[in-house]
């Protein structure tokens, strides 16, 4: 599970733990990109309503216990000062029809959580969800929408500096 939760880290932590209120990415030396996001971004917002629709797609494949199906993930928003984060939580579990997970990356604006936390999802603050299906992305609404706005060599160097796969 730690090498799962922190390949994971890695991963997610680059693809978007964004700021509602931002409007660019932020740099970290010796950490991955932050992308910041305006929170009215429309495609960012319909993004978010389409993860949070379709999270019973996200619950039966966890419940399935396929094994192509792995690093399930959920990114949920927490307050912080002047707006709101975006966090990943990585090893999701469900537990007595709750999601419980870890805090799988470092927060920038919010102290309402750590890295490395343990916490219950809240489900009215879920933004998006993702898990691989033999290695592809399922879900990563959000991921998408920062992705889609690269052009196609930026696209391609995001997809192998993040090890991703799109369906």
Not at 24 to 53: H, I, L, W
Not at 104 to 120: F, M, R, S, W
């Amino acid at each position: 599970m730690k090498k799962s939760l922190l390949f994971i880290a890695l991963i997610l932590c680059i693809l978007s733990s964004c700021k509602e209120g931002s409007v660019d990415k932020t740099e970290r030396s010796g950490e991955p990109d932050v992308y910041n996001v305006e929170d009215d971004d429309a495609k960012m917002n319909q993004a978010m309503v389409n993860a949070k629709n379709s999270i019973d797609e996200f619950k039966n494949a966890l419940a399935s216990d396929n094994p192509s199906f792995e690093y399930f993930t959920i990114k949920q928003k927490f307050n912080a000062d002047g707006g709101d984060e975006h966090i990943w939580v990585g090893d999701i579990q469900l537990i007595d029809n709750d999601f419980m997970g870890i805090i799988a990356n470092e927060p920038i604006y919010t102290n309402k959580v750590q890295l490395g936390d343990t916490i219950t999802v809240n489900p009215a603050n879920i933004s998006d969800w993702m898990y691989y299906d033999d290695g592809k992305v399922v879900g990563g609404y959000t991921i998408r929408v920062i992705r889609d706005a690269l052009s196609p060599e930026e696209q391609a160097q995001f997809d192998a500096e993040n090890g991703l796969i799109f369906k």
